[in-house]
């Protein structure tokens, strides 16, 4: 066999290789349309199914009513208005809070709980016009000074140290 011969036998051998190939991804992509179009058309039959279910689709009827608007809080001597909490916040505010020179003037609050000794806790959200004296604090300042007055003037509670620390201990130390 001479090398013409050859060169025609191998160039034969490596078209038809390539041939083959090309059929088998021919196959392989028809499967996979197959696939695929099967995929969506159970995709699209389970939608229709599911339309066709009562109570799925909402449905808007004549009969339809306007929601409520919420309760609000409305603080004319501080000019605040804000949504009242939902139940169990009821709308006032407590007069025992109003003291050392500081008075709220609406708000809200309800039962937070039981603390020792069987005395009921409560919560309050409470709004008020910052006494004149405060005008010139800064608002941490302002924020603690009326605590303070209401902490102390219009609660009864206790405070006591747990523990002191000596200075020079290694506790009062910076960085440890």
């Given amino acids: 066999m001479d090398r013409a ?26 499967g996979f349309a197959v696939l695929t179009l099967a ?3 159970a995709v699209t039959r389970m ?9 799925t689709a909402a449905s808007l009827s004549a009969d339809t009513t306007v ?3 919420p309760a609000r809080v409305v603080d ?3 000019g605040l208005s804000y949504v009242l909490l939902g139940s169990p916040w009821a ?10 020179g500081f008075r709220w003037t ?14 009921v806790s409560y919560a309050n959200a409470c709004s008020g016009v910052l006494p004149r004296a405060l005008w010139g604090a800064s608002p941490s ?17 206790t405070r006591s140290i747990r523990a002191t620390r000596r200075p020079g201990s290694a506790a009062s130390r910076p960085g440890w």
């Avoid at 199914?49 to 109570?55: I, Q, T």
């Avoid at 407590?94 to 003291?99: E, F, K, N, T």
């Fill in 106 to 119: 609406d708000g809200e609050g309800t039962v937070a709980g039981i603390v020792g000794g069987g005395r």
């Fill in 91 to 100: 709308k006032g505010c407590p007069q025992a809070l109003s003291a050392g």
């Fill in 5 to 30: 011969t050859a060169a025609a036998l191998v160039a034969a051998a490596a078209a038809e290789r390539r041939q083959r190939r090309q059929r088998r991804r021919a196959w392989l992509m028809s």
């Fill in 67 to 69: 929601p409520a608007a």
């Fill in 47 to 55: 939608v229709v199914v599911l339309d066709r279910l009562p109570g």
């Fill in 141 to 157: 300042q302002a924020a603690s000074k009326v605590m303070n007055s209401v902490y102390t003037a219009g609660l009864r509670s």
């Fill in 39 to 41: 995929a969506m058309t």
């Fill in 76 to 78: 004319r001597a501080s």
